[in-house]
């Protein structure tokens, strides 16, 4: 049982792990290759489709060499979902385009609470005192080290409230679908991805030349261009499967809460690499904001033993023999892969 948990512990770990270090990689990468300093390629809903072309494929190549295995989701469950995706990838899009980037950062801000409103509406669920707490001084934190100047508009307004909502009801809809139909991370990746690819590099092209005013048939590409689009494809392959993996695993209220540390590290690795202004005011927001990402995570933890307490003791009110049976029939049923589909003899 311990080692259960340890093991627990790691896969945990390495999921957030792989999804801060692939998060933070991919917009370092996007940066050097979206910036007018670097490759100005300014197609970034078109880049999107190339990031699930190449997870569509990594899926299918998984599915037909064994390593995953496919299972039933109806159609029309994977195309809301990818509707819902699609149109968190165009609200934030056309979000940043429209607004301010303070509002931009406010709107991103936002998504906690309304994943928090969202859960309790969807699915009744309750957060503690001490929760709900720690997810105000990250919010604070985060917008001390973000939110400059805030300007409305209310085009901008109703794209960032598109935005909030779809993406908050995308990454909902992503622990639910892997509960509903017992389906694994990455399993149900690989069948929204298709969908996902087709849908935005079809589109991408006529989002993209409405927001920069550019055609993606008249950008010169170049080696260093190409390089920089084959590293971002790489890297938003383990975005979207430690996306998947974590939400999964933990909530898409914990995924949004701990994700602003991709935030905090952005912002230092932009002073460090790229000579982007680090003030006083940004240090004080990353320091409250990684406080708060402490305190949710002991709050967390404390939430769950305190469930723990007040569920009954089943083992208390079995037998031997009933024990005795469970553990046989254990033992005989073959163990799932839970990530991987796979049954291991």
């Not at 309790?120 to 720690?134: D, F």
């Not at 080696?223 to 084959?230: D, E, Q, S």
């Not at 995924?255 to 602003?260: N, S």
Request: a neutral charge; proline letters at 2%.
């Amino acid at each position: 049982m311990e080692n259960e948990k340890k093991a627990s512990a790691i896969s945990d770990v390495g999921a957030w792990a792989m999804n801060v270090v692939s998060s933070v990689g991919i917009i370092m990468a996007n940066k050097q290759l979206m910036s007018n300093h670097g490759y100005a390629f300014s197609f970034a809903t078109t880049l999107t489709g190339f990031h699930f072309a190449v997870t569509a494929i990594v899926g299918l190549v998984s599915n037909a060499t064994g390593y995953s295995a496919a299972k039933h989701v109806p159609l029309w469950e994977l195309l809301w979902f990818s509707v819902v995706a699609n149109m968190s990838i165009t609200g934030m899009n056309f979000s940043l385009m429209l607004n301010s980037v303070g509002f931009y950062q406010i709107s991103k801000l936002s998504m906690i609470p309304v994943v928090c409103v969202m859960e309790w509406i969807l699915h009744s669920k309750h957060y503690s005192r001490e929760v709900k707490m720690s997810v105000m001084v990250v919010v604070i934190g985060v917008g001390v080290c973000t939110v400059t100047d805030v300007k409305v508009n209310l085009k901008g307004f109703v794209c960032a409230c598109l935005a909030v909502l779809s993406t908050s009801l995308q990454q909902i809809s992503i622990g639910s679908l892997q509960k509903k139909y017992s389906i694994g991370s990455f399993e149900l990746l690989s069948k929204t991805a298709p969908i996902q690819a087709l849908s935005l590099l079809i589109l991408g092209p006529f989002i993209d030349y409405y927001l920069s005013d550019k055609l993606i048939t008249e950008y010169n590409i170049s080696t260093g261009a190409t390089l920089f689009i084959v590293l971002s494809c790489s890297l938003a392959v383990f975005c979207n499967v430690s996306q998947y993996l974590c939400i999964g695993r933990f909530s898409a209220v914990s995924f949004q809460v701990l994700g602003h540390m991709k935030t905090v590290c952005v912002l230092t690795l932009g002073w460090l690499l790229f000579d982007s202004e680090l003030t006083f005011k940004n240090i004080m927001g990353m320091i409250i904001a990684v406080v708060g990402m402490v305190i949710y995570s002991w709050a967390v933890e404390v939430e769950k033993q305190s469930s723990a307490k007040n569920l009954p003791h089943s083992k208390n009110s079995l037998t031997e023999e009933e024990i005795r049976l469970l553990k046989e029939g254990v033992e005989n049923i073959p163990l799932k892969d839970v990530e991987l589909g796979e049954a291991k003899g």
